[in-house]
């Protein structure tokens, strides 16, 4: 029997690379988010496909740029028949929540 590893996903909205301690920012007081950096995985050079959230959501959601997935403003919502990576976090095997937004 394998072993999956533990995914925890954060996503914060409107939040700087440097208003972590780790990346930085001497002020910031963050120890925890720091050890998640530490002992995670962080990707340090990520782009936003869109300056909107939602269709910037869409976009790492999907995989898919905001164009391809007609979720192009606030408002819209992500077409049915995209596939998420949540769905394929499920099919994996992997029970999913979300909190927030």
């Known amino acids: 029997m394998r072993s999956s590893p533990n995914v925890l996903w954060l996503c914060t909205d409107q939040q700087r690379f440097d208003t972590l301690r780790t ?3 001497p002020h910031a007081r963050t120890p925890v988010l720091d050890q998640l950096v530490r ?8 782009f936003c496909q869109s300056p909107v959230c939602a269709p910037s959501r869409a976009s790492f959601l999907t995989g898919r740029y905001p164009r391809t997935t007609r979720c192009r403003q606030n408002g819209q919502t992500i077409p049915p028949e995209e596939l998420l990576v949540s769905n394929l976090f499920n099919q994996a095997g992997y029970r999913c929540g979300l909190a927030g937004k």
């Open 39 to 46: 002992e995670g995985t962080s990707f340090s050079n990520a």
């Open 23 to 25: 990346f930085g920012n």
